[in-house]
């Protein structure tokens, strides 16, 4: 299906280290997004990588994108107490852009 | 420049009682999308509205019904609560380029419970 899966579903680490989250799908797509959600709030987009790109750079955020595993990974750098949150990612393909996302990675990071 | 607004923030109704929910999408943006997440879960999409028309539908029953007017605001209706309804409704809007998927706004949402 388009659903996203991330992987782990949670992560706890301390400040200033590094947390990486997977994701996995199983068809084609257009493009990637990742998705940041504080404590059951609205949805933040981190970014969007196309299906024709393979690395992309956002401040502390990295994210590849590997269309022949169809999988993706988010790297945030030096994480602060303030990345805390749950990552969501969310491939998108066909005409609309209709997101479907999975369960998503808990990150905690502790001071 | 306004974000995605949404209201209520907060509702709290029985079963079988019904509920409108509505959303501001953020300016310059025509097209509106729903999505329902339950705790602890993802976002499921519910359906998408485009010039007015339903254009894309989630695995939801005919009891989630919405509407999008002129000025691109839009109501998400559910009729005859459930408690397994209970959850936050986001809604989410941008300005698509067909084929190639766009970035999505998405307002606070509103938290229902169902009792």
């Known amino acids: 299906s388009q659903q996203g899966e991330e992987d782990p579903q949670a992560l706890s680490i301390q400040e200033g280290e590094n947390a990486t989250m997977n994701c996995s799908y199983k068809?084609?797509?257009?493009?990637l997004q990742w998705y940041r959600q504080n404590s059951g709030r609205g949805l933040v987009h981190l970014i969007l990588?196309?299906?024709?790109?393979r690395e992309k750079h956002s401040g502390r955020l990295r994210v590849t994108l590997d269309t022949s595993k169809k999988s993706s990974s988010l790297l945030i750098t030096a994480s602060r107490a303030a990345d805390t949150a749950s990552y969501f990612c969310?491939?998108?393909?066909?005409?609309?852009?209709?997101?479907?996302f999975g369960a998503g990675t808990r990150l905690a990071v502790h001071p | 420049d306004a974000g995605v607004t949404q209201s209520p923030t907060h509702l709290i109704k029985t079963r079988g009682q019904q509920v409108t929910l509505r959303c501001s999408p953020k300016?310059?943006?025509?097209?509106v999308s729903w999505y329902q997440q339950a705790l602890g879960q993802g976002p499921q999409f519910i359906f998408q509205?485009?010039?007015?028309?339903?254009?894309q539908r989630g695995n939801f029953p005919d009891r989630f019904s919405g509407h999008q007017f002129p000025n691109y605001s839009s109501e998400l209706n559910v009729n005859a609560l459930l408690l397994g309804d209970s959850a936050l409704y986001l809604c989410?809007?941008?300005?698509?380029?067909?084929?190639?998927?766009?970035?999505?706004?998405f307002g606070p949402g509103t938290r229902l419970l169902v009792l």
């Open positions: 989410a809007s941008s300005w698509p380029r067909r084929g190639l998927g766009e970035t999505q706004y």
């Open positions: 068809t084609s797509i257009n493009n």
């Open positions: 990588i196309r299906s024709n790109e």
């Open positions: 969310a491939p998108t393909a066909g005409g609309y852009n209709k997101l479907i």
């Open positions: 300016s310059g943006h025509d097209t």
């Open positions: 509205y485009y010039e007015e028309e339903e254009r």
